[in-house]
C-alpha cells in the first residue's frame, strides 16, 4: 500500500476517514505513487548498464483532473491507490498525477572491441532475429556462440536467424562481413539476417534483453562490425543523476504529507479541548 511506503498512520477503526479531514494529502500522494514507479525504472536501467544491446526506458506521466463532488474514499478496504488511479472526486481545479505507459530510447550504445569473431554490433537502425520457445523475437545484444550442433546462437542459447533460416558453421577458420555474410575457409555458408522497424512501429520490450512486435523488414544494406559489442545506451552518471533527483521528491511528498497529517492532529485536538 502506498500510505505504508510513505509511513501515513491508518486507523484501523475509522478507516480513512481521519484523512478526509485534509483532501490535500491525495493529490500529493498520487505523486509519490508515481515517482516510485519511476524509482523503479531508474533502478532497472541502472542493473543494467553492462547489459550488452539494452535499451533504456523512461517512465510516462499524465494529469487527472479531479470529478466535480467531494473526495469520498469509501471503505478502507477499497484502497487509495486505485482511488487516485481513477479520477478521483473532488474540486476540479485539484489535479492527481499517474504514471502512464513506459517508452524505450533506442538510440545506439557504445560499440566496443571483443576480438571474438562471432561476436557483431549493429552499426545502423535494426536487430538480429532469434528464434525462441516463445516464438521469434529481436534483440540487438550480438554476443553470439556456437553450441552442440555448431548452430550459431545468442548468449541465451537461442538459434539466431539467417536469411534462409537457422545457420550452421562447419568447422574452419570464420569470416563475418559488415553485410553480415558468413564465411568459413572463404566458402559462404550463409548470411546473418538483419531486420529494420518503422519508427512508429518499434517493437515492445519481452524479457532478457529481447523485443516483440513491431512491423519488422528485412535489411537491405546492413553495417554489422565483427568482433565488436554493442554496449548499453544507458549513461550511468545520468541515471545517477535523475535517481537522485527522483529520490528527494519522494522524500518532499512524504514529509509534506506528514506535515499535513500533523495539522489534521493538532485541528482535531484544539476543537475537542474544552475551554
Known amino acids: 500500500m502506498a500510505c505504508r511506503l510513505l509511513n501515513l498512520p491508518v486507523n484501523r477503526e475509522k478507516g480513512w476517514n481521519r ?19 519511476q524509482l523503479q525504472v531508474f533502478a532497472n536501467n541502472l542493473a543494467n548498464v553492462n547489459t550488452a544491446g539494452f535499451k533504456q526506458d523512461q517512465q510516462g506521466f499524465r494529469g487527472l483532473l479531479a470529478r466535480g463532488g467531494s473526495v469520498g474514499m469509501g471503505a478502507a478496504s477499497s484502497g487509495i491507490t486505485s482511488t487516485i488511479s481513477t479520477r478521483p472526486a473532488g474540486p476540479t481545479e485539484r489535479v492527481f498525477t499517474e504514471a ?3 517508452r524505450t530510447t533506442f538510440e545506439p550504445g557504445r560499440i566496443r572491441i571483443t576480438g571474438n569473431p562471432l561476436d557483431l554490433a549493429i552499426q545502423t537502425d535494426g536487430f538480429f532475429e532469434v528464434k525462441t520457445p516463445d516464438g521469434v523475437r529481436y534483440t540487438r545484444n550480438g554476443i553470439f556462440s556456437l553450441d552442440g550442433q555448431r548452430r550459431l546462437v545468442t548468449n541465451l542459447g537461442h538459434p539466431v536467424m539467417g536469411t534462409k533460416g537457422e ?4 568447422p574452419g577458420n570464420i569470416q563475418i562481413n559488415a553485410e553480415g555474410g558468413i564465411q568459413v575457409d572463404g566458402n559462404a555458408i550463409g548470411t ?19 523485443f516483440t512486435g513491431g512491423k519488422p523488414s528485412v535489411s537491405k544494406k546492413p553495417q554489422l ?32 504529507i506528514q506535515t499535513l497529517d500533523h495539522m489534521t492532529d493538532t485541528a482535531i485536538q484544539d476543537l475537542g479541548r474544552v475551554q
Open 19 to 37: 484523512h478526509h479531514m485534509n483532501r490535500a494529502i491525495y493529490p500529493i500522494l498520487s505523486g509519490a505513487v508515481a515517482q516510485e514507479k
Open 100 to 102: 502512464n505507459g513506459m
Open 167 to 170: 545457420i550452421k558453421v562447419p
Open 192 to 210: 546473418i539476417k538483419v531486420v529494420e522497424f518503422p519508427p512508429n512501429e518499434m517493437p515492445q520490450k519481452f524479457a532478457e534483453g529481447l
Open 225 to 256: 562490425q565483427s568482433g565488436h559489442i554493442e554496449e548499453s545506451n544507458v549513461n550511468s552518471l545520468s541515471e545517477m543523476v535523475k535517481m537522485i533527483q527522483g529520490m528527494r521528491s519522494y522524500e518532499s511528498a512524504q514529509k509534506l
